[in-house]
């Protein structure tokens, strides 16, 4: 897929040239940084939900749509996005450790277990009902994403 490059297209108006903070390379329009392969850990993840537009996560989780026209049914959920990771699942860093580096394509499905299935439909009607936060009920649900993709 062709990726529309503006390195070497004039400046003109453009805003000062963004560098990773990390080796000090310069920076594509969307934050990739050529030395790391991967997008610096000092910005969130840059990607919106192709079927939603909500914000994705750098797991390339939605928690607007779950990737998914029936997020009701937890099965169904997807990682719409591309899955992001600083570290390998040893826990021994991807390069540097401080690029977000894609791993994973997206339209994952997540296997998730029958325990995990009810473990997320509570979540989200804790959220529903406030007594959790909607942050609180991402990252929780992040977390089970995760535990169940790494299986
Ligand atoms: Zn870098
Ligand atoms: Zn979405």
Not at 2 to 23: E, M
Not at 58 to 87: I, K, L, N
Not at 120 to 131: D, K, L, P, Q, S
Not at 133 to 141: C, G, L, M, W
Request: proline letters at 7%; one cysteine or more; hydrophobic letters at 30%.
């Amino acid at each position: 897929m062709a990726r529309q490059k503006s390195a070497t297209a004039p400046t003109g108006h453009r805003g000062p040239v963004s560098r990773c903070v990390y080796d000090g390379t310069q920076l594509d329009a969307s934050g990739f940084c050529l030395s790391g392969n991967g997008y610096p850990d000092t910005r969130p993840c840059p990607f919106a939900c192709p079927l939603c537009r909500g914000d994705l996560t750098w797991s390339g989780a939605c928690f607007r749509c779950h990737g998914t026209e029936t997020p009701q049914v937890v099965t169904s959920w997807t990682f719409p996005g591309a899955r992001f990771e600083r570290d390998h699942d040893d826990g021994t860093p991807i390069g540097d450790g401080h690029h977000w580096v894609k791993i994973a394509e997206p339209n994952r499905r997540v296997p998730l277990s029958g325990a995990q299935t009810s473990a997320c439909a509570a979540i989200v009607g804790r959220a529903v009902r406030g007594e959790m936060t909607t942050v609180e009920a991402h990252r929780a649900i992040d977390g089970i994403f995760e535990e169940a993709f790494q299986r």
